[in-house]
């Protein structure tokens, strides 16, 4: 019975090297000579190199190095460079873009935010009979809790700081809010540039956001 060795030499003789060899035209003797020899060398028999029985060693190799080039599979070092610097790129774009993009998910739940504002103020001075819900600079205590957040799943708090926002009642002109969590809200009024709230004759509530201005919505 054959070894592991001669198994393995058979094979490659049987079913590859006649292949490669039919192209050099070499006799079946040939081949069968060859298959011999290399299992003398296989068994450490000292074998004559000269021996013209023994075909050639150097088919022996050539064919051995064609079936390692056909089994070896991989990278070249200029593609696993090249794959490097395409996700180093991909990776640099996300780095860069995700902090853009949830910086600009928070200002529009701001805007937002401030459109409920306004709207709640609309809402308390049709249920009030044009009654305002601040004094002065204050805001009425429950006005927030009856009006914006009314039941236990709805919050008002700002997306940066999680917390409620600080709300600053006017009367006409005033300021944009310079502080992230800070709106302002002003009767008589419309909204001006950058934020800012000036004399008009509605309801304006402005902002502070993080795009470097305030926003302001009208009504």
């Known amino acids: 019975m054959a ?18 060899w039919k192209t050099e035209k070499s006799s079946k003797k040939c081949l069968q000579n060859d298959y011999a020899y290399v299992l003398m060398v296989a068994y450490g028999q000292t074998v004559n190199k000269n021996n013209n029985n023994n ?5 022996w190799i050539f064919s051995m190095n064609s079936i390692n080039k056909n089994n070896k599979k991989g990278f070249t070092i200029i593609e696993v ?18 902090p853009a993009l949830q910086r600009s998910q928070r200002d529009t739940q701001r805007k937002n935010d401030a459109s409920r504002l306004r709207a709640a103020v609309t809402d308390y001075t049709s249920n009030n009979r044009g009654k305002l819900p601040w ?14 957040t009314t039941n236990d799943t709805t919050t008002f708090n700002d997306p940066s700081t999680n917390s409620q926002y600080t709300v600053t009642p006017a009367t006409g002109a005033t300021p944009a809010p310079t502080t992230t969590g800070q709106m302002k809200v002003s009767n008589q009024a419309k909204c001006g540039t950058d934020g800012a709230i000036i004399a008009g004759s509605g309801i304006a509530v402005s902002v502070k ?7 302001c919505v009208e009504g």
């Open 3 to 20: 070894n592991g060795s001669e198994v393995f030499l058979q094979k490659n003789f049987n079913e590859i090297n006649p292949k490669l």
């Open 55 to 59: 075909c050639s060693l150097e088919r």
């Open 81 to 98: 460079v090249l794959v490097l610097a395409i996700a180093g790129l991909i990776f640099l774009m996300v780095f860069l873009a995700l």
């Open 135 to 148: 004094t002065g600079t204050t805001l009425e205590r429950d006005f927030i809790s009856k009006y914006i």
């Open 209 to 215: 956001t993080e795009n470097g201005v305030a926003n």
